[in-house]
């Protein structure tokens, strides 16, 4: 008789040790499970200059939906951008103004597959008023004119010389460029009395400057697109801020601001 006691008593302790388990198991499954939000922690978002305003604007709302998101700007010429990036510079996302520039990151295997955001238009911008009377591309040409553009490798600088193809208009500019935000602190200053920035700089800039509207058959579309640095240590936050720039609050701010949609 002793064996099946002994043999009774091993089932028993076996029957307490699974239940223990089990008890254990289950109270895993009943904590809470809800995943944290992934858009939190520190951001080094690269970013367009002309992004400047509507980036910020994202910013500012992203972070009161969580205070815990920390996300440091570098504005810069889209090209200074990616020079700096294939320098190893650490980053986590990238925006640039226009396909060229990020085609040569995706290309290199520094980046995700971009998505397009945003797009834009060109505009003359000259002093407050328009005291030089500019009406077109034309009057650029003008020898009473100083003007001011962006460098060819800039985004920007690029689009102007197209339009400028368009018109069949020849500039000679007095200074180049290596971003929007300088070319137009030029005219706001007086140092220039014109310049070619996108619709959105002169509107970000308010009374310091005026616009001049380039027509749609002289105009480029500039197609604004944004990708996660393969090198990223916060890659989850990355693809979270990519999709609210894509289609969440940094959509509403950069439609807010006067970019197209994607």
């Known amino acids: 008789m002793l064996r099946p006691a002994r043999l009774l008593g091993g089932i028993a302790v076996a029957a307490i040790a699974a239940g223990c388990g089990s008890s254990g198991t289950g109270s895993t499954s009943t904590s809470p499970?809800?995943?944290?939000?992934?858009?939190?922690?520190?951001?080094?978002?690269?970013?367009?200059?002309?992004?400047?305003?509507?980036f910020n604007d994202a910013k500012s709302s992203l972070q009161?939906?969580?205070?815990?998101?920390?996300?440091?700007?570098?504005?810069?010429?889209?090209?200074?951008?990616?020079?700096?990036?294939?320098?190893?510079?650490?980053?986590?996302?990238?925006?640039?103004?226009?396909?060229?520039?990020?085609?040569?990151?995706?290309?290199a295997g520094l980046v995700d597959a971009s998505k397009v955001f945003a797009?834009?238009?060109?505009e003359i911008v000259v002093a407050p008023g328009n005291p030089k009377g500019v009406k077109?591309?034309?009057?650029?040409?003008?020898?009473?004119?100083?003007?001011?553009?962006?460098?060819?490798?800039?985004?920007?600088g690029n689009f102007a010389r197209q339009a400028l193809t368009k018109a069949n208009i020849t500039v000679n500019p007095k200074s180049l460029e290596l971003d929007v935000?300088?070319?137009?602190?030029?005219?706001?200053?007086?140092?220039?009395?014109?310049?070619?920035?996108?619709?959105?700089?002169?509107?970000?800039?308010?009374?310091?400057?005026?616009?001049?509207?380039?027509?749609?058959?002289?105009n480029v579309i500039a197609t604004y697109p944004i990708a996660v640095v393969k090198a990223s240590t916060h890659l989850k936050a990355a693809r979270a801020f990519v999709d609210e720039i894509v289609s969440g609050d940094g959509q509403k701010a950069l439609l807010a601001r006067g970019f197209l949609g994607p």
Not at 34 to 51: E, I, Q
Not at 119 to 122: A, C, D, E, G, M
């Open 33 to 54: 499970t809800a995943s944290p939000n992934p858009l939190n922690g520190p951001l080094t978002v690269f970013a367009a200059a002309s992004l400047t305003e509507a």
């Open 181 to 218: 935000k300088s070319e137009l602190q030029k005219v706001a200053m007086g140092e220039a009395d014109a310049g070619i920035v996108y619709v959105t700089d002169v509107t970000a800039a308010g009374t310091t400057v005026a616009g001049v509207p380039i027509p749609d058959d002289q």
């Open 119 to 122: 797009h834009n238009k060109l």
């Open 136 to 156: 077109g591309l034309a009057d650029l040409a003008r020898s009473d004119l100083t003007v001011v553009l962006e460098d060819p490798s800039v985004p920007a």
């Open 64 to 107: 009161r939906e969580d205070p815990s998101l920390s996300i440091t700007y570098s504005f810069a010429g889209s090209q200074q951008l990616v020079s700096q990036i294939q320098s190893g510079a650490p980053a986590d996302v990238i925006a640039t103004a226009d396909t060229k520039t990020m085609t040569a990151l995706v290309s």
